[in-house]
C-alpha cells in the first residue's frame, strides 16, 4: 500500500494524479494540517516533522512512501532513508529535474517556498546532471495562502503572479519548474504570464510517472483509500473533496 | 515574572507595547514558530497547543501569562483557566472589547483570522456588554502572509486590503477592532482605507493598558527578558529585532 504525505492538503494534487491513472489504487494519505505549513520553517523542524508523518503511514501499513512535499523532499530524504532503509521513498524533486533536464531546457527557473529555495536543492540537483544549465529561483510565500483563500483566478493573485515572476522574465528562463505542491491550482495565471513558449513542470505529475514506472503493482488493488489529518475542521472534508473532485471520507490522527 | 506567548512572532507587538512602558520589565516570551498559525487551525489544537505553550512558560518561572494571540484568547482561555486557576491569565480580547463598549461605538467591525471570526467570540462578548450593538466580522487570512513577506506599504496589501475592509465600509461601522497581533503592522492601511472618522482598536495597547493597571508590581523588576522560539532559523533574531526595533537574542524551546 502507498504512503503519501505533505504538510496539509497540497499533497492531493498528487493523488488526484493518482487516481486519474489508477482509480483503484490503495493507499494511505496523511496531511499534517494541524502543523502546516512546513515551507516557512527550519531544516531541523522539517525534518522532524517528515520522520513523524512517515512513521504515522508505515504504522498504518504503508510499504512505500511518497513524499508529496517539496519542502519535505529538499530537506528530510536522507533522513527518511536512514529511518527506512527497506522502503522505496519516491521524492516530488527527482522527477521534476528529470523531467526538467530531459527537455531542451537550458535556462530553468524555479519556484518553491522560503524553504525550498533556502536549501539550494533543486539547483543542486539541477546542476549535477546538467552543469551548463542556468537556475534562477524564486520564493513565493504568498502562493499558498492566496490558494488556500481560493483565489485562483484573481486580480490580486494576478499581481502577486507577476511580482514573483519578474526575475524569471528578467533571467529569459524557458522552463518554470512549480516546485510546490498548491502551485499547480496556479498553472494557468503563472502560464499567462510566462508566455506560451516556457515549459511549465508540474510535479504532481513527473512524480506519477516516476511510480507508475516503479511500482504498477501497487495500484490495482482493492481500493482501500485512507485520508488522515492532524487538524480536523468542520470545512476539511468538503476543501479536499472540493480539491480532489470526488467524496471523500476524512478521518483525525495524531503525530508526533 | 511575566510569561507571554503567542503563535509565532505577532505577539512581539504586545512586547514592544510593554517595553516602552516598562522597560526593565522581566518576561519570558514564547511564540510557537514550529507551528505557527494557529488561526487557521481547529479549536481541540488551538487549546492543545496553549497548553503547551502555558507550560512551557510556567515551567520557566512564569506567575502570570499574557495570552498575546487572539486566536488563542477566543478559544482557550477556560481550558487555561481550568489548567492554572492561581495564575492570572489576560487574554487580547477583553481589553479591546472594553476600549470598543466604552467609545462611542454602535456600529463595530472585526478583523481577525479564520479562526478567531469563526468562533464568534468577540461577538458574543459584545452583544453581553451592549446589547444594542451592530457587529460585522470579517476573517482577513492573507494579511498575516503579508506582513511576514513585509510587503506593509505595497500595492498588493493596498488591494486586499481594500477587499476584505469592504463589508465593514458597506457596514458603515465607526469603530474596528484589529483582532490579531500581526495587524497593528498594517494599521497606517486600514485607517487610510476606513477614513479619519473610524476608531481603530490596537489589541496590544489595550491588553498593556490592562496589565499595568493590575499588575504595575510585575514591571519593575530585574530586566530578566528572555525570547523563545519552537522553531529557529538563520533569520530569527534579526526578524524579531526589527519588530521589537532593539537587538535581541533567540533561545530555541520545544513544547508539547
Known sequence: MLGIFD???????????????APDASFVYLGDTARTPYGTKGEETIIRYALDDAKFLIDRGATALIVACNTVSAYAIP??????????????????????????????????????VRSGAYERALKTV???????SVACPLFVPLVEEGWLHDDVTRMVVARYLAPLKE????????GCTHYPLLQSLIAE????????????????DEVMDAHADLLNTNKDQQFWFTDLQPATASIASHWLEREIEVRKGEVG
Open 7 to 21: 504538510s496539509g492538503i497540497g499533497g492531493l494534487t498528487v493523488v488526484k494524479e493518482l487516481l486519474r491513472r
Open 79 to 116: 533522513a527518511l532513508k536512514k529511518a527506512y532503509p527497506a522502503i522505496p521513498i519516491f521524492d516530488v524533486l527527482t522527477p521534476a529535474i528529470r523531467a526538467a533536464t530531459s527537455s531542451s531546457a537550458s535556462r530553468i527557473g524555479i519556484l518553491g517556498t522560503s524553504a525550498t
Open 130 to 136: 546538467r552543469s551548463d544549465l542556468t537556475v534562477t
Open 171 to 178: 533571467a529569459k528562463v524557458d522552463t518554470v519548474i512549480l
Open 193 to 208: 504570464e510566462m508566455g506560451s513558449d516556457v515549459t511549465i513542470i508540474d510535479s504532481p505529475k513527473a512524480i506519477m
